[in-house]
């Protein structure tokens, strides 16, 4: 992990959103921490336009957590729901 996500922060999101500090990998505590590591990324590259490594890894943190609410959808739509108002990642 980076420097940037620290263990306690990393146990606070799982257990706001995956129930518990230990279920890590529920898909709920997944997207929330996906959601985190973007929002974090994305302030970095606002001062540091050219990270292009930072703007790949970004990326693939878009695709990976738009998977996950893909599948979320498709399983429970009310789930999805909830958590896309929640983190607010949906307009």
């Known amino acids: 992990m980076a420097t940037y996500l620290t263990e306690e922060k990393k146990n606070?999101?799982?257990t706001e959103?995956?129930?518990s500090a230990s279920n890590t990998g529920?898909?709920?505590g997944q997207i929330a921490l996906f959601t985190y590591r973007i929002k974090s990324l994305s302030e970095h590259l606002k001062d540091n336009k050219h990270d292009n490594s930072c703007k790949r890894s970004m990326l693939s943190l878009v695709g990976k957590r738009?998977?996950?609410l893909k599948y979320l959808m498709g399983?429970?739509?009310q789930?999805?729901?909830a958590l896309?108002?929640?983190l607010g990642i949906r307009k």
């Open 79 to 81: 789930k999805y729901r």
């Open 84 to 86: 896309i108002e929640k």
């Open 26 to 28: 529920s898909i709920e």
């Open 17 to 19: 959103y995956g129930g």
């Open 66 to 68: 738009k998977r996950q």
């Open 12 to 14: 606070e999101i799982f």
């Open 75 to 77: 399983q429970d739509i």
